[in-house]
């Protein structure tokens, strides 16, 4: 039996959130903004780190893809796992210092493959950010208030992108690209030793008495106190709501980490931007679009929720059908200042699914199985989206290019646009299995 099991349809009523939510919750999304702060530097400078390095668009794909997702996907299973029988914020604290070290390490690499093992070891602490706070944030607030609290966590992405463009492209442009890193890795193991010091450990499974006291704390009760891996492992990869928003999930970041990963090399290189150009109008790209879809959502997801599940998955499915254009637009556009207003639209529609995926696995799982299924939420839809995304684009791009096109990079986004239709298409599957739940519960 799921968690999801023992909610009802709608939530319309949930209880104001607490002094010690916020700061749990401020504490939370102010690390998600140096993770992924630290994990978009490599994008943001990758004119200058390509000039320094000699390395290729293929290159900078698979260090910013594949190489990367390789650690950060495939380790958050087995900290997953140890997170859900140990304390969340010791885990999580310690993998902020290791993806901070390794950030400051990025910025001393000298050669090639010494940024790909300074990138690969970014991965492997990154993967002990987001799972754990997924769950921490889930066992502070309730049902009614998750889709909200959500959409401010996943506010880490713009805020720390936008962050990033603003002081990574100023570092570099007054000082040296290898500064920003270790300016920003330095902040980071700051905050991991804050951490410890600032929040603790909530109960597992706490806030889902909000709902139903009776049918929660049977459902805890009965649970093992630590879920067998393998069994949630299973039901995961069995459960056809986890799996479609999974998938959905990931077919999405194909796009939004291909375009992410070299969207700052392809605005300098085909549309004319200059470093001070980004500092300034890129980040506030990021941050206005970017950000405002995170809010938005929370919002939406929270207030449809609340009537029926299949908002979850009618939520990114239209938002996604809207942003298409746009991004077709992007790609074409003559010059950066237009290609940057059809951006910011893009932008706002293309991160609708990230709160509510997150959200619906949170509730479909037991308790004692939200750390382990967000680590598996997010193996597949990184190691889709953020591990072929963008060395898909850096592989086109120097195909093209070895065959004498020109624009290759311009070229190698336009041919990433048909999985929108593959994300909007698994979304719509997915509201289909949960409007039958729907009928099956009433």
């Keep these: 039996m799921t968690a999801a099991a023992a909610i009802p349809d709608s939530v319309d009523t949930a209880p104001a959130t607490t002094g010690r939510q916020w700061t749990m919750l401020i504490v939370l999304t102010f690390v998600y903004v ?50 859900d029988r140990t304390n969340r914020v010791s885990i999580l604290s310690l993998a902020c210092a290791i993806w901070s070290g390794a950030t400051i390490a990025c910025g001393l ?28 944030i889930t066992d502070t607030f309730p049902p009614g208030r998750r889709g909200m609290a959500f959409g401010i966590f996943n506010l880490g992405p713009p805020i720390g992108a936008a962050l990033g463009i603003a002081f990574g492209a100023t ?14 890795g330095g902040i980071g193991i700051v905050t991991a030793i804050l951490i410890k010091l600032m929040i603790s450990e909530p109960k597992r499974g706490a806030t889902d008495t909000s709902i139903d006291a009776a049918i929660a704390e049977a459902a805890i009760a009965t649970a093992p106190a630590r879920a067998p891996f393998w069994g949630t492992l299973g039901m995961f990869v069995t459960h056809p709501v986890l799996m479609l928003a ?51 959502c929370g919002r939406v997801i929270d207030h449809f929720t609340r009537r029926s599940r299949t908002a979850y998955a009618m939520a990114p499915a239209i938002s996604l059908a809207i942003a298409m254009p746009f991004y077709v637009g992007f790609v074409w556009a003559p010059s950066w200042q237009l290609a940057l207003v059809l951006l910011t639209v893009t932008n706002f529609f293309n991160y609708f699914y990230l709160s509510a995926s997150v959200a619906l ?5 037991k308790p004692n199985q939200r750390v382990l299924s967000g680590a598996l939420l997010l193996l597949v839809m990184n190691f889709i989206g953020l591990g072929l995304g963008p060395t898909f684009v850096g592989w086109l791009s120097d195909t093209l290019k070895a065959q004498g096109y020109e624009h290759t990079l311009q070229l190698a986004l336009y041919a990433i646009t048909p999985f929108y239709l593959i994300a909007i298409i698994l979304f719509l599957a997915l509201a289909r299995i949960l409007r039958a739940e729907r009928k099956v519960a009433a």
């Design 34 to 83: 140096l993770n992924f702060l630290d994990r978009q530097l490599l994008s943001i400078l990758a004119k200058p780190i390509q000039d320094t390095l000699h390395i290729t668009d293929g290159q900078l794909g698979l260090i910013g893809g594949l190489y990367f997702a390789f650690f950060y996907c495939f380790i958050a299973i087995p900290v997953g796992w140890l997170a």
């Design 109 to 136: 690499a000298a050669t090639y493959p010494q940024l790909v093992a300074a990138r690969m070891t970014v991965g492997f602490g990154e993967a002990g950010g987001v799972p754990p706070s997924y769950a921490l």
């Design 171 to 184: 570092i570099a442009a007054l000082f040296h690209w290898r500064d920003a890193f270790v300016v920003i």
């Design 246 to 296: 999974s998938l959905g999930s990931g077919a999405t970041q194909f796009v939004t980490y291909g375009l992410g990963n070299f969207a700052v090399l392809f605005l300098m290189r085909e549309k004319g931007m200059v470093l001070g150009d980004v500092a300034l109008w890129y980040a506030l790209v990021v941050l206005i679009g970017m950000g405002g879809g995170m809010l938005a």
């Design 361 to 365: 696995v949170q509730d479909e799982v």
